[in-house]
């Protein structure tokens, strides 16, 4: 079973629409918490991060971690199609080992 | 932009011949990695390393040997292709300090083991 969950695997939605996506990791030893985009044909680039328990906004982007249940979730808002991409939840204990361990990711399509 | 670059970037090797995958970055990060990704799976880490000279094994090292001679340098190493080792790989750099590690992929190595 892999350490680091996401769902939905996929996901349709309108432009403009909101996108949800979410993460949990079984391993209670990690602190951190990332998410990174992966566009069709090209490498992971990291999206955002969040090592705190709460909220971090971005633009249209939304991050929220609960290290209590190991959760973190991202939310697009105004969803465009350029944001059409595999997203994939990555998590790392806080110190010790660099290790980070990714799920195996939500494909997002945004249709226009 | 950090950089980190692959080669090759397409492959094709034959079964039970031998395969290195090289990475360099510019980045002067400590951290390295090599992951693997395949449909349904998302990236599975392969090996790592902190520095010159430490190779550490991932969650599916097996098959696979890593190489870490400098700063710069990362490279997979295959002795024994096979066909279950057909995919797409990534090496990453990362810049690990107190608050956390960013990676930082190169553009991947397409690999079809024949």
């Known amino acids: 079973q892999q350490k680091v969950q996401q769902s939905p695997e996929s996901l349709i939605v309108p432009e403009g629409g909101m996108a949800s996506l979410n993460c949990t990791s079984s391993?209670?030893?990690?602190?951190y918490f990332w998410w990174y985009r992966q566009h069709s044909g090209k490498s992971p680039k990291m999206l955002m991060?969040?090592?705190?328990?709460g909220e971090k906004e971005e633009g249209r982007f939304t991050v929220h971690l609960n290290k209590a249940s190991l959760h973190t979730s991202l939310h697009i808002r105004d969803s465009q199609p350029s944001d059409s991409a595999l997203y994939l939840c990555?998590?790392?204990?806080?110190?010790?080992?660099?290790?980070?361990?990714f799920g195996s990711g939500t494909q997002l399509t945004v249709m226009p | 932009e950090a950089a980190v670059t692959q080669s090759p970037r397409n492959k094709v090797a034959v079964t039970g011949g031998k395969v290195t995958l090289s990475c360099n970055q510019t980045?002067?990060?400590?951290?390295m990695y090599w992951y693997r990704q395949d449909t349904g799976h998302g990236l599975r880490l392969i090996h790592y390393?902190?520095?010159?000279?430490?190779?550490e094994k991932g969650d599916i090292p097996d098959g696979y040997k890593a190489s870490r001679p400098s700063q710069e340098n990362f490279s997979l190493i295959l002795e024994l292709a096979t066909p279950s080792q057909t995919s797409v790989y990534f090496c990453?750099?990362?810049?690990?300090?107190?608050?956390?590690?960013?990676?930082?992929f190169g553009e991947g190595s397409r690999l079809i083991v024949v």
């Open positions: 990453a750099s990362g810049d690990a300090t107190g608050a956390g590690n960013t990676l930082y």
């Open positions: 391993d209670r030893n990690v602190d």
């Open positions: 991060s969040i090592f705190s328990n």
């Open positions: 990555a998590a790392s204990p806080s110190s010790g080992s660099w290790q980070l361990i």
């Open positions: 980045n002067n990060h400590n951290n």
């Open positions: 390393s902190y520095g010159a000279g430490s190779t």
